[in-house]
């Protein structure tokens, strides 16, 4: 007999409209695995987006997909056993089961004709602001960039290289908006880590994120303690059980659908790190309008939002969000509210 819910999946390169680099590499794609979960003639779309330094990729993805046998399941509603079910297939994988969680979600959204924040149980976002990420660059390009970003009231900064000061510089010798720093772990020295961020708290910085390597515990306790802005994990946490690890060395966390295994997971450490007193900043990867719409469902649960990457990339599948002046506009159309855009279907 065949499958009543069935999976689908290939393998999608994005391009990066502009050469990415932060504090330890640079990249001019991304790949990504792209599913389709398909039920009584209704399809949910979900993407594994897989930058290096997370360690998936394609071939990891799709080994991984291939055990995923839905034959034991009748009904995609049941999507707690499911996801159970496809967490315990095998460790790790993080990234290839966000594709399952969230294309599972979006068709659940569709059979049901809802958008995915009320069947959530959340309420519809509203003055949700995206940051714009600036990559490292030189001068001129950082500041080409930000004229790019001219209509976003957040900018991201990537930072940790040798002159983070010039960067900063720069910057305020063309706008003044207030600032999300990203040290990617470049700092190594406390001491410095603690002027550098007191001299950003004078230039309109208001997160500092991940600024020691996530193994420096101590150092970053003692950190979080003497800063005056609030120090945010990125690198140090991916799913639920992270929390408890960090809360007492951190002020926030940063939740991406591809390190928390998808929405549900999201959702349980949004959760949590408000009972935990937890800042919580709502991220994402290099992603198409796919996985960071769907992410956008649960953007009221955030305190900042950090939701650009399909205005990082050239060749997006989907239509979803809008970006309205940096506002994060969700349509009303049922699950995630993707349009598939027809010139790359196949
Ligand atoms: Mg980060």
Redo the contacts with the bound molecule.
Sequence with gaps: MADKIKLTYKPYTLKLKHTFTVSSFSRNETPVVLTEIEYDGKVGYGEASLPQYLGETQESVMDFLSKINFRQFEDPLDSENILNYVDNVEEGNNAAKASIDIALHDLIGKLLNVPLYKYFGLVKPENSFTSYTIGIANNETIRTKIDEAKDFKYLKIKLGTKNDKEIIETIRSVTNKPLYV?V?QGWKDKQKALEMIEWLFEKNVILI??PLPKENIDDIAWLNEKSPLPIIA??AVKRLCDLEKVKDLYSGI?IKLMKSTGLREALLMMKKAKDLNLKILL?CMTETYCAVSAAAHLSSLADWIDLDGPLLISNDLFDGISYIKGEIKINNLPGIGLIKKSRFIE
Aim: proline share 0%.
């Design positions: 990203d990617n994120e991940q990125d690198e940063n991220g």
